[in-house]
C-alpha cells in the first residue's frame, strides 16, 4: 500500500494501542495485534482519501486474503506459512484477514458497538495480555449477540461465505431487479450491501443475509441494468455469477 499515503504510518502508529496497549495472549493471537493495526491503516483510508478509496483498499486486502485463506485459520499465527517457508501466507491471512475479519464484525455489531468494545477491551486489557475469547465477549457483551459461531468460521477455521447470486432485471411501469443470493458457509446473518446500476445512476439497498439465502427486490427509478452485491466491500467472500 505504498500508494496510499499515511497508510504504513497509521498502521505502526496503531500499535500503540494493539500489540503495546494490549498484547495478544500467545502467537496464536497475534492477529489482535497486526489485524486491528491493518484494519486501523484501512480506515484511516476512508478518513484522508474518502469513502471509494477506503472500498479500493479493502478489496486489495481481500484478494490477498482469497488466494491464502485456505492456507489455515488466523489463530494458527506465526506457524502460517511456516513449512512453506512463505511470510506472505502469515501476512496475507494474519494481516489481510484479520483486518477483513474485523470489518465484517463491525458490520455485524454495528459501528457503535464495535468502538464501544474497542475501549472497553483497552481499558480491561490496558497493558496486560488478551485473546481471540476475550475480545468476542466484550464484542458480545456491548452488541448483545452471540458471535462465537463467526469467531468458529472465521478465526479457528478456513471457512468464508460463499454466495451465488442470479438477478431478474424488469424493466415497464415499476422498473426493479430481482435479486436471489444462494449462500454457503455463512455461520449467521450478515448485512449485505446491493446495488443496482440503471440509466440516472445506483440505487442501493442494505439487507440482512441469513445463511439460508433469500431474494431482495430493489426498486429503479429507470430501467436496471446491472446488479452488483456485496458493494460497500463489507464481507469476505467468494462470489459466483448464475
Do not use: C
Amino acid at each position: 500500500f505504498s500508494d496510499i499515503p499515511g497508510f504504513f504510518l497509521a498502521h505502526e502508529l496503531a500499535h500503540q494501542w494493539w500489540g503495546h496497549g494490549v498484547a495478544g495472549r500467545n502467537y496464536h493471537e497475534r492477529w489482535l495485534s497486526e489485524g486491528m493495526a491493518q484494519y486501523a491503516a484501512a480506515l484511516w483510508t476512508r478518513h484522508s482519501l474518502g469513502e471509494a478509496a477506503f472500498r479500493n483498499a479493502l478489496g486489495r486486502l481481500g484478494r490477498w486474503a482469497l488466494a491464502e485463506s485456505d492456507k489455515g485459520p488466523i489463530n494458527l499465527g506465526h506457524r502460517l506459512g511456516h513449512i512453506k517457508g512463505d511470510p506472505q501466507i502469515y501476512r496475507a491471512i494474519v494481516y489481510n484477514k484479520g483486518a477483513l475479519v474485523l470489518h465484517m464484525l463491525r458490520g455485524i455489531v454495528g459501528e457503535a458497538a464495535f468502538r464501544r468494545a474497542l475501549g472497553d477491551f483497552q481499558t480491561a486489557h490496558r497493558f496486560g495480555k488478551a485473546g481471540s475469547d476475550e475480545f468476542r465477549q466484550v464484542l458480545e457483551t456491548v452488541s448483545g449477540k452471540d458471535l462465537s459461531r463467526y469467531f468458529e468460521a472465521w478465526i479457528y477455521g478456513t471457512a468464508l461465505p460463499q454466495l451465488t447470486v442470479s438477478e431478474r432485471l424488469e424493466a415497464g411501469s415499476a422498473p426493479r431487479a430481482v435479486v436471489s443470493v444462494a449462500v454457503t458457509d455463512l455461520p449467521g446473518p450478515v448485512p449485505l450491501l446491493i446495488g443496482v446500476t440503471h440509466d440516472a445512476g445506483t440505487e442501493s439497498r442494505a439487507v440482512s443475509l441469513d445463511p439460508g439465502g433469500g431474494t431482495f427486490t430493489v426498486k429503479t427509478p429507470t430501467p436496471p441494468r446491472r446488479v452488483d452485491v456485496n458493494l460497500d466491500r463489507g464481507l469476505l467472500l467468494r462470489l459466483r455469477r448464475h
